[in-house]
T-cell receptor
Framework: GENVEQHPSTLSVQEGDSAVIKCTYSDSASNYFPWYKQELGKGPQLIID?????GEKKDQRIAVTLNKTAKHFSLHITETQPEDSAVYFC???????????FGTGTRLQVTL | SAVISQKPSRDICQRGTSLTIQCQVD?????MFWYRQQPGQSLTLIAT?????????ESGFVIDKFPISRPNLTFSTLTVSNMSPEDSSIYLC???????????FGEGSRLTVL
């Protein structure tokens, strides 16, 4: 089955700096890669996703890049703010979001 | 996006008892799922809740331990049976967006077993 590895497990950045979280996957048939943000005491919330027919997708301060050859994808957050502090999960699936395999999570701390 | 309500939001239970978690969605959805998130861990799919029929369980999860019901398109329950401290986790209801295909999560039910 699919295996998703995520790094780093914790990340501390200063406000205004950029943060990058990286994930690798094992199943070359995977073609859907969402990212979720989980704030303390809440459920995960989808923040951005990418499908294998594109290499990059942006939404304001957030971007995701995908390298299918190397089987890795990354989340980039620019101009970080304290409210970006949360746990971020990457995931992968073949086709739809009904069979997502999640990474182990990255705890992002944005300090003032 | 779908609005998902889970009850209870948290509970403390005694070993050997059972707890039923309810999930209500504000609109009709095709697929509903139950995930488990152990303390400080990632999300693991327990099962797909099928309307009017038995749930489809992932490897490592069985119906006797985690019975699931889904009597209609907008409601599902997950029971955690004969609980032990190892069952202490956050249990999350999720649904597949009807038109977007995205997976949405409820706020979760935080269960502590003493």
């Amino acid at each position: 089955g699919e295996n998703v590895e995520q790094h780093p497990s914790t990340l501390s950045v200063q406000e205004g700096d950029s943060a990058v979280i990286k994930c690798t996957y094992s199943d070359s048939a995977s073609n859907y890669f969402p990212w979720y943000k989980q704030e303390l005491g809440k459920g995960p919330q989808l923040i951005i996703d990418i499908r294998s027919n594109v290499g990059e997708k942006k939404d304001q301060r957030i971007a995701v890049t995908l390298n299918k050859t190397a089987k890795h994808f990354s989340l980039h957050i620019t101009e970080t703010q304290p409210e970006d502090s949360a746990v971020y999960f990457c995931a992968a699936s073949t086709g739809t979001a009904s069979k997502l395999t999640f990474g182990t999570g990255t705890r992002l701390q944005v300090t003032l | 996006s779908a609005v998902i309500s889970q009850k209870p939001s948290r509970d403390i239970c005694q070993r050997g008892t059972s707890l039923t978690i309810q999930c209500q969605v504000d609109s009709q959805v095709t697929m509903m799922f139950w995930y488990r998130q152990q303390p400080g861990q990632s999300l693991t799919l327990i099962a797909t809740a099928n309307q009017g029929s038995e749930a489809t369980y992932e490897s490592g999860f069985v119906i006797d331990k985690f019975p699931i019901s889904r009597p209609n398109l907008t409601f599902s329950t997950l029971t955690v049976s004969n609980m032990s401290p190892e069952d202490s986790s956050i249990y999350l209801c999720s649904v597949l967006g009807l038109y977007t295909g995205e997976l949405f999560f409820g706020e979760g039910s935080r269960l502590t077993v003493l």
